[in-house]
Protein backbone atom coordinates (compact mmCIF):
# COMPACT_ATOMS: atom_id res chain seq x y z
CA UNK A 1 0.00 0.00 0.00
CA UNK A 2 2.97 1.99 -0.29
CA UNK A 3 3.95 4.26 -3.45
CA UNK A 4 5.91 1.94 -4.66
CA UNK A 5 5.78 0.48 -8.76
CA UNK A 6 5.36 -3.23 -9.37
CA UNK A 7 8.98 -2.68 -11.51
CA UNK A 8 10.12 -1.52 -8.11
CA UNK A 9 9.25 -4.28 -6.31
CA UNK A 10 10.08 -6.58 -9.16
CA UNK A 11 14.09 -5.44 -9.29
CA UNK A 12 14.08 -5.24 -5.56
CA UNK A 13 13.37 -9.04 -5.51
CA UNK A 14 15.75 -9.40 -8.33
CA UNK A 15 18.47 -7.72 -6.12
CA UNK A 16 17.44 -9.71 -3.08
CA UNK A 17 17.70 -13.18 -4.65
CA UNK A 18 20.97 -11.67 -6.65
CA UNK A 19 22.43 -11.18 -3.09
CA UNK A 20 21.50 -14.95 -1.51
CA UNK A 21 23.02 -16.10 -4.74
CA UNK A 22 26.37 -14.53 -4.53
CA UNK A 23 26.80 -16.26 -1.23
CA UNK A 24 27.40 -19.41 -3.47
CA UNK A 25 26.16 -21.87 -0.73
CA UNK A 26 23.21 -24.25 -1.41
CA UNK A 27 21.26 -23.18 2.04
CA UNK A 28 20.30 -19.85 3.45
CA UNK A 29 19.87 -18.49 6.55
CA UNK A 30 16.62 -16.67 7.25
CA UNK A 31 18.45 -14.19 8.80
CA UNK A 32 20.23 -13.64 6.35
CA UNK A 33 17.21 -13.36 4.01
CA UNK A 34 15.55 -10.84 6.47
CA UNK A 35 18.66 -8.52 6.51
CA UNK A 36 19.15 -8.71 2.72
CA UNK A 37 15.50 -7.62 2.50
CA UNK A 38 16.15 -4.46 4.97
CA UNK A 39 18.94 -3.48 3.35
CA UNK A 40 16.99 -3.04 0.25
CA UNK A 41 14.21 -2.01 1.59
CA UNK A 42 15.52 0.68 3.40
CA UNK A 43 16.91 2.12 -0.06
CA UNK A 44 13.67 2.07 -1.81
CA UNK A 45 11.28 3.06 0.93
CA UNK A 46 12.37 3.48 4.36
CA UNK A 47 8.20 3.77 5.11
CA UNK A 48 8.40 0.13 4.34
CA UNK A 49 11.28 -0.55 5.56
CA UNK A 50 9.85 0.76 9.14
CA UNK A 51 7.41 -1.40 8.95
CA UNK A 52 9.32 -4.38 8.08
CA UNK A 53 11.69 -4.41 10.92
CA UNK A 54 9.37 -3.52 13.43
CA UNK A 55 7.91 -7.00 12.78
CA UNK A 56 11.20 -8.69 11.81
CA UNK A 57 13.19 -7.57 14.00
CA UNK A 58 10.41 -8.00 16.65
CA UNK A 59 9.95 -4.25 18.37
CA UNK A 60 8.55 -4.12 21.86
CA UNK A 61 8.14 -0.17 22.64
CA UNK A 62 8.70 2.73 21.26
CA UNK A 63 12.52 2.85 21.98
CA UNK A 64 13.42 0.20 19.76
CA UNK A 65 11.43 1.98 16.53
CA UNK A 66 13.76 5.23 18.09
CA UNK A 67 16.99 3.08 18.14
CA UNK A 68 16.49 1.55 14.21
CA UNK A 69 15.59 5.05 13.11
CA UNK A 70 18.33 6.58 14.50
CA UNK A 71 21.10 3.94 13.55
Known amino acids: KRPV ?3 EI ?3 VQ ?3 ADLLA ?3 PEVASSAIGE ?3 RHLKELDQVAYIRFASVYR ?3 DL ?3 RREVEG
Open 5 to 7: GER
Open 36 to 38: TVL
Open 15 to 17: RVE
Open 10 to 12: DAL
Open 58 to 60: EFA
Open 23 to 25: QGT
Open 63 to 65: DDL
